[in-house]
């Protein structure tokens, strides 16, 4: 049995930075030498990859992996500083093997997947893998998300990336057609999802609460307009239904036929092949959404810094 305590472990990872788990494990390598602890977390990587933890990581890749047999699929998002390693060799080998290791995996949450052992490598986790790439490439790497599709019955999942990794969409359709029948139509529906952000699938997906708000605000828009009460209402219904058609993947024009809705183009396919086909879900990951970047005000940070000068 080593030979520290908790505090031993709260104070080497005040000193680091790094995760409890393995500050933990390192003074357990080291049988509780704590300088040996501090030298094992930075020979792993981990330490120096804390000191970096404090910057923003808004670039990065979006990936999708596809199972040989169409029936899983993975879509995840890697994040690091700029966009020069976000190009580099380094970074894209880095985010094909996560995504490559989720799709052997059985986790289902992102802190499970860092601590279990990388699947071509069992002598060290994927939080190590991601610090040791953090080391060697000299920016902070974040692993933001990932969403994984299992068919377990007739179907496959199937997914395309826009602009080298800029959007990526992950699909699962279901179907008793072959699958050479629903490669092309699967493909397509991704596109059409990466390029008009549908929210849902159906018109029955829709979130209640979220119709009510969208009808409220409509029908206060038609008034302001100074609509009269007699035809607000119609009005009001004219546009919820342009709505679906901009929320509702099934209800939108289909980007390759604006003449045709995608729920025209399954069905056509549906037909010809002889079975019904559904789209059960999807996922539409776009690189660095909803993340702030920082903004260097140089001009600002020079007049701070004049003031301190005496």
Do not use: W
């Amino acid at each position: 049995m080593a030979n520290f305590t908790n505090k031993d472990v709260m104070k080497l990872r005040e000193q680091t930075g790094v995760g409890m788990m393995d500050c933990k494990k390192a003074l357990v390598e080291t049988d509780g030498n704590f300088d040996e602890a501090v030298k094992y977390l930075r020979e792993k990587g981990m330490a120096s990859a804390a000191k970096k933890a404090d910057r923003i990581a808004a670039e990065g890749l979006v990936k999708c992996v596809i199972s040989d047999d169409k029936k899983t699929g993975v879509a995840v998002e890697i994040n690091c500083e700029t966009d020069f390693v976000a190009r580099s060799d380094q970074f894209i080998a880095l985010v094909d093997n996560i995504a490559n290791h989720i799709l052997h995996s059985n986790a289902h949450t992102i802190e499970e997947v860092l601590a279990e052992n990388y699947y071509l490598d069992k002598s060290k986790t994927l939080n190590v893998l991601i610090a040791e790439a953090t080391a060697a490439i000299g920016e902070k790497i974040s692993f933001r998300r990932f969403t994984k599709f299992v068919v377990n019955g007739n179907g496959i999942v199937a997914s395309y990336i826009h602009m080298g990794g800029k959007i990526g969409v992950l699909t699962q359709i279901n179907s008793t057609a072959s699958q050479a029948d629903l490669q092309e139509l699967a493909f397509n529906v991704c596109m059409q999802i990466a390029a008009s952000r549908p929210q849902v699938i159906s018109i029955a997906d829709v979130d209640a609460a979220q119709l009510d708000s969208e009808r409220e605000i409509l029908t206060v828009q038609a008034r302001n307009e100074g609509k009269p009460e007699a035809v607000i209402s119609k009005m009001v219904e004219g546009r919820i239904h342009k709505y679906y058609k901009e929320v509702c993947l099934l209800e939108q024009e289909y980007v390759r036929d604006s003449a045709m809705s995608v729920k025209q183009v399954i069905a056509d396919v549906a037909k010809k092949a002889g079975a019904e086909i559904t789209v059960a879900k999807f996922v539409r990951y776009e690189m660095g959404e909803g993340i702030e970047k920082r903004v260097d005000n140089f001009v600002d940070e020079i007049a701070e810094q004049m003031k301190n000068i005496k």
